[in-house]
């Protein structure tokens, strides 16, 4: 039995979402006045919830153990809350609610025959990542696209650990901010979804402690559920790229697979058919020399 306090993580979360919306947004007057807070007061939320203001200061002093359903959704509408923010309301409140059985799991790090063999069918670059955003497997076409970044030898990389800790990523990444603030966002939905994932927490200790950067964004609280986004890559082999990142989740695995995909007859399709084609030919002749490709 292993009882865990996420009472700090409550109090910035509701904080944080609280300072990010405006009177003028929620529908309320403000008649002029001078405000010392950003976005909205305690006494506010509680109004708009349908809830005491000492309630409402209560739950934000961290304490969402046995808050109901109802409470929950009325703060989640309050505060404006999107779909992940919502559900990690959820996951804060259930983690909430006394000692914890099992509370050591850790993130998978096996992939199955089966999903190996999905990754090499794809004909789109594809990796399998778990919670913690292990690579755990890749097809060739990521390889060839990550270049050195990805080695087959030196398995699993971690994504956030590359990142916020290897030089190299903000020039493969050419949006590094907007990828290193979704990378954070989706570990936080992470953390609240599984507060007892050890390796999880070992991975943002060590992150938090190591980097400045790292160490703001998980500041903020914010979360995201990383579903899709737009990617802008830049490959040692075929220069800058523009794909689309997508996620497919293995609920019953613990792991996501996510391919990046090009519109077909565009520069960035071009680009993969060429990289699709050097992949193969350096799987037949493992000693081929990498070729220049003319952007």
């Known amino acids: 039995m292993v009882t865990v306090s996420n009472k700090d993580d409550v109090r910035e979360f509701l904080t944080s979402r ?29 109004l708009l919830a349908g809830v005491s203001a000492d309630y409402y200061t209560r739950l934000e002093r961290g304490n ?13 509408q309050a505060l404006r809350l999107d779909d992940a923010e919502r559900a990690h309301l959820y996951d804060l409140a259930r983690a909430a609610t ?5 509370s050591r799991r850790t993130a998978v790090s096996k992939v199955r025959p089966g999903i190996h063999r999905i990754l090499e069918s794809l004909t789109t670059p594809a990796y399998v990542r778990n919670a913690r955003t292990d690579i755990l497997a890749a097809n060739d076409l990521t390889f060839a696209l990550y270049g050195d970044i990805l080695d087959r030898d030196r398995m699993p990389l ?65 979360v995201k559920h990383h579903r899709t986004a737009a990617k802008r890559l830049h490959s040692p082999l075929i220069g800058d790229i523009d ?8 609920p019953g695995d613990g792991l996501v697979i996510i391919t990046y995909t090009a519109e077909p007859g565009s520069p960035a399709g071009e680009a993969l ?23």
Request: proline share 5%; charged share 25%.
């Open 64 to 76: 969402l153990s046995g808050v109901s359903d109802q409470v929950l959704d009325a703060l989640a």
């Open 158 to 222: 971690n994504l956030a650990k590359f990142l916020f800790l290897d030089q190299r990523a903000p020039t493969f990444f050419l949006d590094w901010e907007t990828v290193a603030d979704d990378s954070v966002a989706a570990l936080r939905v992470e953390a609240g979804h599984n507060p007892h994932d050890k390796s999880l927490t070992d991975l943002v200790g060590e992150l938090a402690t190591r980097s400045d950067e790292f160490r703001v964004r998980w500041a903020r609280h914010n």
């Open 18 to 46: 609280r300072a990010n919306v405006t009177p003028e947004q929620a529908g309320l007057p403000t008649f002029g006045d001078k405000r010392r807070v950003a976005g909205l007061r305690r006494e506010e939320v509680a």
């Open 98 to 102: 006394g000692p914890v059985r099992g």
């Open 243 to 250: 794909l689309t990142g997508e996620a497919m989740e293995l």
């Open 273 to 295: 058919r060429f990289l699709s084609s050097w992949a193969n030919r350096t799987a037949a002749q493992p000693q081929q020399a990498t070729p220049e490709y003319d952007t």
